[in-house]
């Protein structure tokens, strides 16, 4: 079996009194898309300053494609793309001028640096503004310059810390089918962000950080079932027949609210919801309002932590 494409084991980053991470272990194996969810100042970036060689840590190591990662392993270094949350490019050089530039640094000459240029400008949707100096660039593609940047030199391991933020919502969908389409091919990415839906909708294994801590770890799928959905209902009144019947419901927790407002907190929020429309009508209660939400990554953060997933 081959080792993981990522591997970190006990790493620790201190800074003077501050514990900026604590002892963090998780593996992303070949062909991965994992995300690292978590709010702002949870140790993400961090992280990943450590994971590609920009920072080292206070103790424990990050391996790479089997190897320890050293800051002098320049060849170790070239198979990782980093795309990080400040925008590393030259606004008085054009789009194509910026990726010969970063390809020049990674060892890429002539007609190979010339075509792979061309490749990437189409994957992040630039080709029509290859030419244009990247100063007159809105924001969203100017991140997506920032993603064509990481991708020039063929890394194998992409990091991604929070590409998305500030950008429109045009760049947003270019940034996403971008890495899905480079990760279909076989890319393995490893995605920061603190915005729930981001990592939910693109991520298979997904690492929750707070506070320098890694909280969770694991398929999507397992932590989706770690979370309960929720049906909010208005009813009323109802009967103590009702009330016991729906207290007893399979995997199903009664709360109530204000007045008539009540709700089901369950994992299987269809069957559950099934369940409550033929309890209400076989009783006769009046049903004025219903809202149900599925388990989500967010709802998963506050049962790990009993906090909202701030900002």
Do not use: W
Not at 2 to 15: D, F, G, I, Q, T
Not at 52 to 81: C, K, M, W, Y
Not at 149 to 155: G, S, T, W
């Amino acid at each position: 079996m081959s080792a993981p494409v990522l591997e970190v084991v006990r790493l620790h980053k201190r800074y003077g009194g501050r514990v900026a991470l604590h002892s963090i272990n998780f593996a992303v194996e070949e062909g991965d898309f994992f995300g690292l969810l978590g709010p702002n100042g949870a140790g993400k970036t961090t992280l990943l300053s450590i994971v590609s060689g920009l920072l080292p840590a206070t103790s424990g190591e990050a391996r790479v494609l089997g190897r320890t990662l050293r800051a002098s392993d320049l060849d170790l270094r070239r198979h990782i793309g980093i795309v990080p949350q400040e925008l590393a490019l030259y606004g008085e050089l054009s789009a194509r001028e910026n990726l010969h530039f970063f390809g020049e640094l990674y060892g890429l000459r002539g007609a190979d640096l010339t075509a792979r240029v061309g490749e990437v400008l189409s994957v992040v949707g630039l080709s029509d503004r290859a030419d244009g100096r990247v100063d007159t660039f809105s924001g969203g593609m100017k991140r997506r310059l920032n993603l064509g940047a990481a991708l020039v030199h063929r890394p194998k391991l992409l990091l991604l810390d929070e590409p998305t933020v500030g950008v429109d919502p045009q760049s947003r969908n270019h940034i996403f089918e971008g890495v899905r389409r480079l990760n279909a091919e076989g890319m393995t990415v490893v995605y920061t962000s603190h915005y729930m839906e981001e990592v939910q909708a693109l991520c298979r294994h997904v690492g929750i950080i707070d506070h320098g801590k890694l909280v969770a770890c694991d398929a999507l799928s397992d932590l989706l079932r770690r979370a309960s959905g929720v049906i909010r209902f208005r009813a009323g009144p109802l009967t103590p027949a009702l009330r016991e019947r729906l207290a007893h419901l399979p995997g199903a927790r009664l709360v109530d609210g204000d007045g008539e407002q009540r709700e089901l907190a369950c994992g299987d929020v269809k069957a559950t919801l099934a369940q409550l429309l033929a309890a209400l009508n076989e009783s006769g209660a009046d049903l004025h309002g219903l809202e149900t939400e599925e388990p989500n990554l967010e709802r998963v953060f506050f049962d790990l932590t009993h906090k909202a997933l701030r900002d």
